[in-house]
């Protein structure tokens, strides 16, 4: 089957008619509802641990619960062609959505009423939380991707990632600051399930995207275009080489910012002099608008310099990002250090997210796009993720520092997989630009 190219060559709309589409404002609500769980069982809920007395190396385990995210590809058929018994008037998308949503809530409550006292069922709830919650990222990708045209992506995108990352300050820094208030955390996480009542609200109202779905006759048949087709046809059309290695740098290039996103920094802003207040403030409020700005920065970058040249650039500059924490442990509580190196994290991590999501995006073949898209990005996170769980274990036995240095040499061969494949594809035919 021939590769589709990277880009359509449909008209564009106006940047007004883009980012005034009905869409626009449903996907900003999508993305706060997207945002909120994610810190509430990683960074967030790590600091709750610590101050049950949990030990880190525990505290990184349990708050990788989030690894639910990289695996999500595992359960993605299901969405695309199995409805939800109970949801069945709200259609495929918004059912599965809805479900995902009420779980979520239902999940918080559970935390908040369990509390880590009893931790075996404490960690049951919070992996429900991790699951539906990526669950609702597998109904929102392929929502968005339904409900308008490759030209009016972009801006679907942009709204969703503001959203997202208000979904963040929620979880992050408002949380954190309202714990150093003594406000109790079973109930910040009261509160944070009364947070979902909005997007629920939004999927009750928004409409379904208007695709028609064939039913397959049979089992095997159903079995085979909702699971077989979506992985076997990356291989079929790249070939196996080139495949494997398109993968092998897919696992590789976010090592280091996904390593140090689960409940290793928690511990280690504390343990360099911060309260909670501080570091809601700085990495929380501050480190999301400067990821907001990022963001529109690696748009740019793409507008530019496409795709290809513009996540190169970044692979580099982002991952080499984490060696400013060395930086920061040479100036013990220092609030003006905190924040340079908050700085060029969160810009460099903003930045990198469009190229991310243009290059995955050029990779998948449209008659498998939620499957194939759910794939691939739980494979950008997989590694990173895997290293975050060993966290504790791993700053423990070598110090903050050397974990850090650790998580940047992921680089290195992520770097060779690149310019190999770039190669591979050039001389393909492919727009590797």
């Known amino acids: 089957m ?97 479900l995902a949503q009420l779980a979520v809530a239902a999940g918080l409550l559970a935390m908040a009423w369990l509390t880590p006292a009893r931790l075996p069922v404490f960690i049951a709830a919070t992996l429900i939380v991790a699951f539906f919650g990526a669950t609702q990222d597998i109904a929102i990708d392929a929502y968005r991707i339904e409900i308008a045209p490759i030209e009016a992506q972009g801006a679907l995108v942009a709204t969703y990632s503001l959203g997202y990352r208000i979904g963040l300050l929620t979880a992050g820094a408002l949380a954190l600051i309202v714990a150093d208030h003594h406000v109790s955390w079973p109930s910040i996480y009261v509160g944070m399930a009364a947070c979902m009542l909005p997007p629920i609200a939004m999927t009750l109202a928004a409409r379904e995207p208007e695709v028609l779905r064939q039913a397959p006759p049979r089992w095997l048949d159903a079995m085979r275009l909702g699971v077989v087709d979506p992985f076997i046809d990356f291989f079929r059309r790249y070939g196996f080489v080139l495949a494997l290695l398109t993968l092998a740098f897919i696992l590789l290039f976010k090592i280091p910012e996904q390593a140090t996103i689960g409940g290793v920094m928690s511990p280690f802003y504390r343990d360099m002099g911060f309260s909670k207040t501080q570091i809601g403030a700085i990495t929380k409020i501050y480190g999301v608008w400067i990821g907001i700005v990022g ?29 400013l924490y060395l930086l920061l442990m040479q100036h013990y509580g220092n609030l003006w250090m905190l924040t340079l190196v908050i700085s060029g994290e969160n810009l460099t991590l903003g930045m990198l997210g469009p190229p991310t999501v243009a290059f995955l995006s050029s ?45 940047v040499l992921g680089i290195v061969p992520a770097v060779v997989l690149f310019a190999l494949i770039r190669k591979r594809f050039r001389d393909g035919g492919h727009d590797v630009r």
């Open 2 to 98: 021939p590769t589709e190219p990277a880009a359509a060559a449909a008209p564009r709309s106006s940047i007004w008619q883009a980012f005034t589409q009905p869409a626009a404002g449903t996907m900003a609500v999508f993305g706060f509802s997207s945002g909120l769980p994610f810190l509430l069982v990683a960074g967030t809920l790590a600091f709750w641990l610590k101050e049950r007395g949990v030990v880190l190396s525990e505290i990184t385990m349990i708050a990788s619960a989030g690894m639910t995210y990289a695996l999500k590809f595992l359960w993605a058929p299901l969405l695309d062609h199995w409805r939800v018994p109970g949801f069945r008037k709200l259609g495929q998308r918004r059912g599965w959505l809805l």
């Open 295 to 323: 963001v529109f920065v690696g748009g740019a970058m793409v507008a530019r310099w496409g795709a290809w040249r513009s996540l190169a650039v970044m692979v580099v500059l982002c991952g080499t990002s984490n060696l």
């Open 363 to 407: 990779l998948v073949n449209r008659e498998h796009t939620a499957t194939q898209y759910a794939l691939l990005s739980s494979l950008v996170n997989l590694p990173g993720k895997v290293l975050g769980f060993f966290a504790g274990e791993i700053a423990m036995a070598v110090g903050y520092g050397g974990f850090f240095v650790i998580t």
